[in-house]
């Protein structure tokens, strides 16, 4: 189950990406903002992994006991 919620948290990456990128095409964005909006994604992304991680530790340990 947590590899499916990795991979679901990659596509929805991938699809804000694009709406950056396309914002950016279109002048709705400068450069620099989609290089800030692109990290705060993979902050996004790494924050949900962690948790993603704990959770999965937590129930181990839980079926574990």
């Known amino acids: 189950i947590s590899e499916t919620y990795r991979i679901r948290t990659r596509s929805l990456r991938d699809d804000f990406n694009?709406?950056?990128?396309k914002a950016e095409d279109e002048g709705e964005l400068r450069?620099?903002?989609k290089?800030?909006?692109q990290d705060k994604i993979q902050e996004l992304v790494n924050k949900t992994n962690q948790d993603i991680?704990?959770?999965l530790e937590n129930k181990t340990n839980e079926i574990k006991e």
């Not at 694009?18 to 990128?21: G, L, S």
Request: hydrophobic share 40%.
């Open 53 to 55: 991680d704990l959770l």
């Open 35 to 37: 290089f800030k909006a």
């Open 18 to 21: 694009k709406k950056v990128k």
């Open 31 to 33: 450069e620099d903002e």
